[in-house]
């Protein structure tokens, strides 16, 4: 079966500080890629997603970049963080338009 | 452009009651609709799709949800509320057309009384 794996749960790091943030996908291949930022608890917004290695779509021009060096990893990253920056982060993947699949998530504090 | 709304930021109701959760969408083209559960600090969790046939669609936990083409809507019901149900719950849609991504709706609190 799929699974979804993201880590590090939980991370305080301080202003000016680099980011990443990693995801991995089991269990299947070639699958899309996405990463979403969560607010305050509330709404979901969406960052980057990706259809294959090296294929990046960026949905919000911000202090965040990403990248996909393997067909099952996605990676969010960050030169110098922004308090901004804070928040819960989402990786999800779909095997094409069907379910999107969750990770538990990263709780970013930025300080 | 797609779009998501659930018109309630929260929904209040007591144990053994039924729940509604309410959901409208715009998307060019016949939609996917999803329905997705968040419990404090997790990612979300699946509960339930709409993506042809049978308009009344039942999902995980006892939870089913009511496509309306008509009214453009996707409303998320359970015939008997529990505690547990308690939760941050969000209504998504994508279009069957290639190459639209999942819009999701920002997101309402349900809280389920004993």
């Known amino acids: 079966s799929q699974t979804i794996h993201q880590w590090p749960a939980t991370l305080v790091q301080p202003v000016g500080s680099p980011l990443s943030l990693e995801c991995t996908v089991e269990g299947t291949s070639n699958p899309n890629l996405y990463w979403y930022r969560q607010a305050a608890g509330r709404g979901l917004q969406l960052l980057f997603y990706s259809v294959g290695i090296g294929q990046i779509s960026s949905e919000v021009p911000q202090n965040l970049s990403a990248s996909r060096p393997q067909d099952r990893q996605f990676i969010l990253s960050s030169k110098k963080l922004l308090l901004s920056d804070s928040g819960f982060y989402l990786c999800?993947?779909?095997?094409?338009?069907?379910?999107?699949?969750f990770g538990n998530g990263t709780r970013l504090t930025v300080t | 452009a797609q779009s998501v709304a659930q018109p309630e930021d929260q929904v209040n109701v007591a144990e053994g009651n039924p729940l509604t959760v309410k959901c409208t969408y715009s998307?060019?083209?016949?939609?996917?609709l999803f329905w997705y559960v968040q419990y404090p600090n997790r990612g979300l969790q699946f509960l339930l799709k709409y993506i042809t046939g049978d308009n009344l669609v039942k999902g995980s936990y006892g939870f089913e949800a009511e496509f309306n083409k008509s009214q453009t809507s996707f409303h998320l019901k359970k015939p008997s509320a529990l505690v547990s149900d308690s939760a941050l719950y969000f209504c998504?849609?994508?279009?069957?057309?290639?190459?639209?991504?999942?819009?999701f709706g920002p997101g309402t609190r349900l809280s389920v009384l004993p």
């Open positions: 998504a849609v994508r279009g069957q057309n290639y190459g639209q991504n999942f819009v």
């Open positions: 999800a993947w779909t095997p094409g338009p069907s379910t999107l699949h």
């Open positions: 998307v060019s083209g016949n939609p996917y």
